[in-house]
C-alpha cells in the first residue's frame, strides 16, 4: 500500500515529498498512480469555502444620535450670534414688521328694536306695533289713506298738507335717515296759516306700512322750519318765535333716524318702496308696495277751519304717498 500522503487540497500541486514517494512506489513496482490535481472548478469551490465572509457593517442607531447632537453643540453658538443680531436689527426698526390694518368702526343700527324707544333729535318709535296694520299715532278721518289720493282740493276745503319730497340720505359714516318734506297749502283763503314750531307740543307723527305691517313709525318727531335751518347754515341764532308761517306753500322737514325702523328693515329699502312703480314715460302705473302716511295737529288748523265755516276737525292734517295712477 502506497505511503502517499494526501494532498492537503484539491486546489493544491503535489508537493516535492509526494512525487518523490511517487517515484519510488513506481521503481518498485506497487506504487499507485501519479496523484492528481484538481481542476479548476475543484479550486474555485474550495477557495469560496476558505475564503471568509465579511460581515455586513452597520451604523448603529447610538451614532445618528450623537452626530446630530454634536452638530447642535458646534451651532449652538452661532445660532446665539444669529439670535442676538436679528434681535438688534428688530429693535433699530431695521426689520419690517407686518401689521394688520385696524378693524372697520362698528356700523350703527340697520334698524330699531321691536320695543318703543327715545329717538336721537326727539320723538319715539312705535317699535311696539311693529307688523301691526293700519295703526295710526293720530286716529285718522276715514279716506285718509284709501289707495286712490284724495280729489284735488276745493277753494274751500281750509287747510291741506302734502308731501314735497321723501327718500333716504346717507351720510358720510355709512349711516342715514328717511327725510320727509312737507308742504302746507290754504286753498280759498288769503288768510295766514301760522302753527306752533311744535305743533301743539305733540310733534308730527310717521307711520310705514307694508305688505305685512308697520315697517317704521315714530310720533313726536320735530319738525325742520326753513327758518331754523336758514339760522343753522349761516350760524345765526335760531328764530325764539313759538310759531312758523307755513302760508302760500310753506314746509319743513321730518327726519326719521333708523332706530324708527322696525328690526330687519333698513332706511334705503324701506325709501324705495315709498316709489310707485312706473312705465317708461314715467307715468305711474300703480300704488307704491310701501304706504306712507304723515300726520300732525295743530290749533291754528282748526281755528282757520273755523273761520272759514268748516268744521275744525281736532286740528289735524295728514298727506299720504299717494299720487294719481295713469289710466288706459
Known amino acids: ?88 436689527a428688530f429693535q433699530m426698526g431695521l426689520i419690517p414688521v407686518p401689521r394688520s390694518s385696524p378693524p372697520a368702526p362698528a356700523a350703527g343700527p340697520a334698524s330699531g328694536p321691536a320695543e318703543a324707544v327715545s329717538l336721537p333729535g326727539g320723538g319715539t318709535s312705535d317699535g311696539d306695533r311693529c307688523g301691526t296694520k293700519g295703526y295710526h299715532h293720530f286716529p285718522l278721518p276715514a279716506g285718509a289713506t284709501d289707495v286712490e289720493p284724495p280729489a284735488p282740493a276745493s277753494p274751500a276745503s281750509g287747510p291741506q298738507l302734502s308731501l314735497s319730497h321723501y327718500g333716504y340720505a346717507a351720510d358720510p359714516d355709512g349711516e342715514g335717515d328717511i327725510v320727509i318734506g312737507l308742504r302746507f297749502t290754504t286753498p280759498g283763503t288769503k288768510k295766514p296759516l301760522q302753527v306752533s314750531r311744535a305743533l301743539g307740543g305733540e310733534g308730527a307723527a310717521v307711520e310705514i306700512e307694508g305688505p305685512d305691517g308697520l315697517v317704521a313709525g315714530a310720533h313726536g318727531l320735530p319738525v325742520i322750519w326753513p327758518s331754523a335751518a336758514h339760522a343753522s347754515a349761516s350760524g345765526a341764532p335760531a328764530a325764539s318765535g313759538a310759531s312758523v308761517d307755513v302760508s302760500d306753500g310753506g314746509g319743513g322737514e321730518i327726519v326719521v333716524p333708523a332706530e324708527a325702523l322696525c328690526p330687519g328693515h333698513d332706511g334705503d329699502s324701506v325709501a324705495r318702496s315709498l316709489v310707485p312703480p312706473a312705465d317708461s314715460t314715467g307715468a305711474v302705473t300703480g300704488p307704491p308696495p310701501y304706504r306712507l302716511v304723515v300726520s300732525l295737529r295743530d290749533p291754528a288748523v282748526g281755528t282757520l277751519r273755523t273761520a272759514l265755516g268748516l268744521p275744525a276737525g281736532g286740528g289735524l292734517l295728514s298727506a299720504v304717498n299717494l299720487v294719481p295712477v295713469a289710466r288706459s
Not at 7 to 16: I, L, R
Not at 17 to 26: I, K, N, T, V, Y
Not at 45 to 70: D, E, K
Request: glycine share 8%; net charge positive; aromatic share 6%.
Open 1 to 88: 500500500m502506497s505511503s502517499l500522503p494526501p494532498a492537503q487540497g484539491p486546489d493544491e500541486s503535489p508537493s516535492d515529498e509526494q512525487w518523490e514517494a511517487f517515484l519510488r512506489d513506481a521503481m518498485e513496482g506497487g506504487g499507485a498512480g501519479a496523484p492528481k490535481e484538481a481542476s479548476a472548478r475543484d479550486r474555485l469551490a474550495a477557495a469560496r469555502v476558505r475564503r471568509p465572509r465579511r460581515p455586513r457593517l452597520r451604523r448603529p442607531r447610538s451614532g445618528t444620535a450623537r452626530s446630530a447632537t454634536a452638530w447642535l453643540a458646534a451651532a449652538a453658538p452661532w445660532t446665539a450670534v444669529a439670535a442676538v443680531v436679528v434681535f438688534g
